[in-house]
Nanobody
């Protein structure tokens, strides 16, 4: 079992930046992935960014060039640096970990971007 705790969300003006953090309750093993998803009101949850245990990253087209995902394995933490934020980035951001085929989700953190 893995518990995930996200932090760093908040209210920011368009063009601003936020850094999200997600701490896992224990070290992860195997070929695991850590990811950030987001869900805007009335929309389906979508993948924003993912990073593998070997450091390979992938981004949704909508955030490419503005968001950066990284991880610190010593701290069991994944980060999402979000720059040049837009109102359409407003959503609840969820951390997801997949380890040995099992997924774990955090409780989510709200990001609101005002125009």
């Amino acid at each position: 079992q893995v518990q995930l705790v996200e932090s760093g969300g908040g209210l920011v003006q368009a063009g601003g930046s936020l850094r999200l953090s997600c701490v896992a309750s224990r070290k992860l093993f195997g070929n695991n992935t850590m990811a950030w998803y987001r869900q805007a009101p009335g929309k389906q949850r979508e993948l924003a960014a993912v990073i593998t245990s070997s450091g390979i990253t992938n981004y949704a087209d909508s955030v490419k060039g503005r968001f950066t995902i990284s991880r610190d394995n010593a701290k069991n933490t994944v980060y999402l640096q979000m720059n040049s934020l837009k109102p359409e980035d407003t959503a609840v951001y969820y951390c997801r970990v997949e380890e040995y085929g099992t997924s774990y989700w955090g409780q989510g953190t709200q990001v609101t971007v005002s125009s």
